[in-house]
């Protein structure tokens, strides 16, 4: 039997606010356990919830990014649960009435576009840590995260295998980035997805039995989770069995997922209004407000790439894989406006492998789009070849002569033979000392034309220009 995987993801986007959701207790990274918890933090008796007005607005910025609608009012819920770093014994999230619903997210697999639709994104706040590793027969509690601001966004279940799913939180990650409302750091779990796979057989319209893998934090881990995931319900299916609705965790040593507990439905929360927050509501001058701060989104920089410059898709993707990478291509072209692909190319190749080999971002790249651009008008005007600019890119790149790209050309005399006579001269050389490759030529042996191109680069250690060469060699040998 022919079977149809089907998945959809919870993302959990930590919100880069300065401040917890629902209190004045910093979310800065790395501190010490529980001394970035204060009195609500750790639901103390008697303190009230002040939600905080930076979460709001991130959560209209995705809103708007998605074209999804934004609810006025929405309602804040109390998500009932007990666990050891759950102080309060219910978490504040969103249910009925998120502030986000609907939307959609555009991704790309092989080279084919597809389109994801959003259920929701609502606000809520994140829970404290247990650690187990240092304590023997024990836990830890740090209660540093207990009300970090989260924007979990849920998906509807359109993604059909793994790497559709990869595509699509690798494109959900590059847009909270880009609209400057998360970090993306997922080492420090600022990004998580939650995976909801099932399978189905093929040309079935109804859903399996999904079950959830919890807290995938590398889009690696991601992949191999649902692959095998998938593999695990079609064995137990295909012998007969039926699928448990449960939560597993991904364990990466053993690349396998393995039960966590049995998957709990809504109304296992007992999700009630919380009665210590008014519903929220957004007024429509304030959304317009937040529209007009809004950065051009990626979908529109990569439709003007391709219109604009005649880019094609895969380059305009790339190039708006982030935001700082777009901005940097932007600086550059700007000076070289005609010459938007050998910036494209050079920005994917030589750039993004640099900075690939160093592990750094191009916020930190050493050479600036402005001095990029003058090494790459010294190829598009002659003064040096591909392969010589490529000297200077590492000289320029290792700050040798303040990275000024015509005092390196001189310093290593790279300057290509560009001048009409000279070339001449040398074609005409080249021709006399190779008599039976040029009959080869006229003869119909077209590698012969190669190996007197060849000849002629060899002759001036390849500073002649390529192009001139060619037309001139071709010119002599058509006489």
């Not at 909801?196 to 859903?207: G, I």
């Not at 000392?433 to 080869?440: I, K, L, Y």
Request: hydrophobic residues 40%; negative net charge; contains cysteine.
């Amino acid at each position: 039997m022919q079977w149809e995987i089907v998945i959809g993801l919870e993302v959990h986007s930590q919100l880069s606010t300065r401040s917890k959701i629902f209190s004045g207790a910093s979310t800065a990274y790395g501190a010490p356990p529980n001394t970035q918890a204060c009195v609500i933090d750790l639901a103390l008796p008697g303190v009230l919830p002040v939600l905080n007005k930076g979460a709001v607005e991130r959560a209209v910025k995705l809103g708007l990014s998605v074209g999804a609608k934004i609810n006025s009012p929405s309602i804040f819920a109390r998500k009932n649960y007990f666990y050891p770093d759950l102080p309060k014994g219910y978490q504040i999230s969103q249910y009925e009435l998120p502030v986000v619903q609907g939307g959609s997210i555009q991704i790309q697999v092989n080279g084919v576009e597809k389109n994801i639709r959003l259920t929701r994104a609502h606000l809520e706040e994140d829970a404290g840590k247990s650690l187990h590793e240092d304590f023997h027969g024990m836990s830890g509690i740090d209660l540093n995260r207990a009300g970090t601001p989260l924007l979990e966004i849920v998906s509807e279940p359109d993604m059909r295998s793994s790497a559709e799913a990869v595509a699509y939180a690798k494109t959900l990650h590059a847009l909270v980035r880009w609209i400057g409302i998360c970090d993306g750091n997922m080492q420090e779990g600022s990004f998580r997805c939650d995976a909801n796979v099932s399978v189905r057989p093929r040309d079935t319209e109804k859903l399996g039995t999904r079950c959830e893998i919890k807290n995938l934090n590398s889009f690696r881990f991601l992949e191999k989770a649902i692959d095998f995931e998938a593999r695990r319900q079609i064995e137990i299916l295909e012998d007969g069995g039926t699928i448990r609705q449960e939560t597993r965790l991904y364990d990466a040593n053993k690349d396998e997922t393995r039960t966590m507990r049995t998957k709990e439905d809504a109304n296992d929360y007992r999700y009630f209004p919380d009665p210590d927050l008014l519903p929220l509501e957004i007024p429509q001058h304030w959304i317009d407000q937040i529209k007009q701060t809004m950065p051009e989104l990626p979908q529109v920089r990569r439709d003007r790439y391709v219109s604009k410059f005649a880019l094609s898709a895969y380059d305009a993707s790339a190039l708006t894989s982030s935001r700082e990478t777009a901005d940097y291509f932007e600086a550059t072209v700007t000076q070289l406006p005609a010459q938007a692909k050998l910036c494209a190319n050079w920005i994917m190749g030589e750039i993004s492998g640099q900075l690939n080999k160093e592990g750094i971002e191009i916020a930190a790249c050493p050479i600036s789009p402005e001095q990029l651009a003058v090494l790459l008008m010294r190829i598009s005007d002659g003064t040096i070849s591909g392969k010589a600019a490529k000297t200077v890119f590492e000289s320029m790149w290792s700050g040798e002569l303040d990275k000024n790209v015509d005092a390196i050309i001189a310093a290593k005399g790279l300057k290509q033979i560009s001048d009409d006579n000279a070339i001449e001269q040398l074609v005409d050389q080249v021709l006399a000392a190779n008599a039976q490759q040029v009959a080869d030529y006229r003869n119909g042996k077209e590698k012969a034309f190669n190996s007197l191109i060849g000849q002629i680069m060899k002759a001036t250690q390849g500073k002649a220009n390529p192009a001139q060469v060619n037309a001139m060699l071709k010119k002599k040998l058509a006489e």
